[in-house]
């Protein structure tokens, strides 16, 4: 069974720029998160979606947004890119929604550097 | 909202035991632990539910003290290939069913 694929797996952008990542989950899995990893700041929940509708957002701000496909792939769009945006964005799959016990599996990541 | 970890960072020797801890100020339904090798995706170790049901790694053992809010990971006779960091992630709350990760606890294993 293919795990989590997430694309890019590298992007350089410029402030103010906007930019899309995308994730494929694993095979029969509904729900898709998001988390923003900074060094010394952990895994920081941006948000998860469940079957096409956001189930809960994270503490960040209207520029990250996301959105998830009847296949279950989900996107994430950051726009007007500042530099505190550099960052690993990490997407994680389950088979449920969050909070129902279920384990997640996270994909290897998109490292954006915003210059 | 996010778990504390502690210690943040722990260096051990080769069959050595550690202990990381996980605490939350909230009431929980789950904690959840995961390790990150460096350079790749955190993957799963275990689950401890509300009520003293758990899921994960035959190797590894943790405890959940609902009272407390608190979780605590045992890593016994340690190996090269537990370094990492691993992370604790809560349920439960007034998390509306998000899963909140701590900051991190950075685990060296020398020879």
């Known amino acids: 069974k293919a795990g989590v694929t997430q694309t890019p797996r590298y992007l350089i952008k410029t402030r103010g720029q906007q930019v899309t990542l995308s994730c494929s989950p694993i095979s029969g899995h509904r729900s898709v998160s998001w988390y923003q990893q900074t060094p010394g700041q952990g895994l920081q929940f941006l948000f998860e979606?469940?079957?096409?509708?956001?189930?809960n957002k994270g503490n960040f701000p209207g520029r990250f947004s996301g959105r998830q496909f009847s296949n279950s792939r989900s996107e994430m769009n950051v726009s007007t890119l500042e530099l505190g945006d550099s960052a690993l964005y990490l997407c994680?799959?389950?088979?449920?929604?969050?909070?129902?016990?279920?384990?997640?599996?996270f994909g290897s990541g998109t490292q954006l550097s915003v210059l | 909202q996010q778990p504390v970890q502690s210690p943040q960072a722990v260096i051990l020797r080769e069959g050595e035991d550690a202990v990381i801890n996980c605490s939350s100020s909230k009431a929980l339904y789950s904690v959840h632990w995961y390790r990150q090798k460096h350079g790749e995706a955190p993957v799963f170790l275990m689950i401890l539910l509300k009520g003293g049901e758990q899921k994960g790694h035959e190797k590894i053992s943790a405890s959940f003290n609902e009272k407390k809010q608190q979780s605590s990971l045992y890593l016994t006779a340690s190996q090269l290939s537990y370094s990492g960091t691993y992370f604790c992630g809560t349920e439960g709350g007034n998390q509306g069913g998000k899963l909140i990760f701590g900051q991190g606890t950075e685990l060296s294993v020398k020879p």
């Open positions: 979606y469940f079957s096409e509708t956001q189930r």
């Open positions: 994680a799959s389950s088979l449920d929604r969050q909070g129902s016990g279920e384990k997640l599996f």
